[in-house]
């Protein structure tokens, strides 16, 4: 509402007037903004963040305007501002609805797995990109929830069917690749999350009238860079170094992004959000790929999986099945075919109840694809 300072201390005529002027100024804008386009106030939709050093007002309204007080903190645009609490409980909030339409979505997988999949990847896995974007929540409750997307998937495609905790780590890599990596382009919403916060703040950066908070933001800056730093397997925690693929998509540190906020400079090549995201999640996933390709040779595995594992990350066309036009019914694979096929992308069993000849292989119960008429997901 107002960048001025507030007093500090106990509640006297300086608190009362910096309530009066600060909301006197508020309906001033909301006048001048809002009212060529008819827009009127709500009495239940203004709310008055409250920060806990500062004293409550004593009076119910101001300029006839009726206060809703709070500490906590407001929803605007969907998006949480006040205490880490009211934060993480909006995303819980949000995720527990996402977790209610996955229950849905599993009952379409038993007729139409390849349309599971796709809906999983692009409706359920997307949505609290947006809320992510904008503010920093717990990384548990992120992580819950990426879990909760890779259990799903592993529900459908091995219903009552014990996985090894091996398997399933290399399993849930595969599927984290993008599909041109040979994943199922579930990307995590933890690498997601720290990317997308950096873009919002160097898009913000052109914006003048947000000059003045910039370093008001400088400590939500300094988690995201930490957590990137973590992800890319940077040694600082700080600093993106110059021989580092994520130097020409970043500024270098936190302090950087700051000053261009504040200074509200022109950078020299413009910054599009949509372009550094799919650059950085790019950069994300063939490091994971090098990964799952070293861990595969470390466990020794047998040549037959070793090879699978590089076919499979080495653009492979497989996936295409899981972007496949299916507004044609003969594009559409049955769903017992389709179950083969995806469980043999991510390296798992393709026939769960019987084992394959090759028992002695501890990794390889993979059966051989079945003959299917039209090859139409070859």
Not at 319 to 341: G, Q
Request: glycine share 4%; aromatic share 8%.
């Amino acid at each position: 509402m107002t960048s001025q300072p507030p007093p500090m201390g106990a509640y006297d005529e300086k608190v009362e007037n910096f309530y009066k002027d600060s909301i006197g100024r508020y309906l001033k804008l909301k006048t001048q903004i809002g009212g060529p386009h008819g827009s009127r106030d709500h009495p239940d939709k203004n709310w008055l963040l409250i920060p806990w050093y500062l004293p409550l007002p004593k009076k119910e309204k101001y300029h006839g305007m009726k206060l809703n007080v709070t500490r906590e903190g407001i929803v605007a645009g969907g998006i949480p501002i006040g205490t880490e609490k009211l934060c993480d409980n909006h995303f819980t909030e949000k995720a527990a609805a996402i977790k209610k339409r996955i229950t849905a979505l599993e009952k379409l997988a038993e007729l139409y797995p390849i349309s599971y999949t796709r809906l999983l990847t692009d409706s359920i896995n997307v949505p609290l990109d947006y809320f992510r974007a904008s503010i920093n929540t717990s990384k548990e409750l992120i992580k819950d929830f990426d879990n909760t997307v890779f259990q799903s998937l592993i529900r459908v495609l091995y219903p009552n069917y014990p996985l090894n905790s091996q398997r399933l780590t290399l399993m849930e890599t595969i599927a984290r690749l993008k599909l041109r990596n040979g994943g199922f382009d579930l990307i995590p919403l933890e690498a997601k999350a720290p990317l997308s916060l950096v873009c919002n703040v160097l898009t913000a950066t052109k914006c003048p009238l947000l000059s003045a908070f910039g370093h008001n933001l400088e400590p939500e800056i300094q988690l995201a860079y930490k957590e990137i730093c973590r992800l890319f397997g940077i040694e600082s925690e700080t600093t993106i170094p110059k021989d580092h693929p994520l130097f020409t998509v970043f500024p270098p540190t936190a302090k950087d992004v700051v000053e261009m906020f504040v200074s509200n400079q022109e950078q020299l090549i413009p910054f599009i959000p949509k372009k550094a995201m799919k650059q950085a999640t790019n950069i994300f996933c063939n490091q994971q790929k090098t990964a799952i390709r070293t861990d595969a040779k470390d466990l020794d595995l047998d040549p037959n999986d070793s090879l699978h594992i590089k076919v499979i990350t080495s653009h492979s066309q497989l996936t295409r099945i899981i972007k496949a036009d299916i507004s044609r019914p003969e594009m559409r694979i049955p769903a017992t075919h389709a179950l083969v096929a995806l469980r043999f992308i991510l390296w798992g069993p393709t026939d769960p109840p019987r084992w394959s000849r090759h028992t002695q292989r501890p990794l390889a119960n993979c059966l051989p694809l079945p003959q299917i008429r039209g090859a139409y997901f070859f």
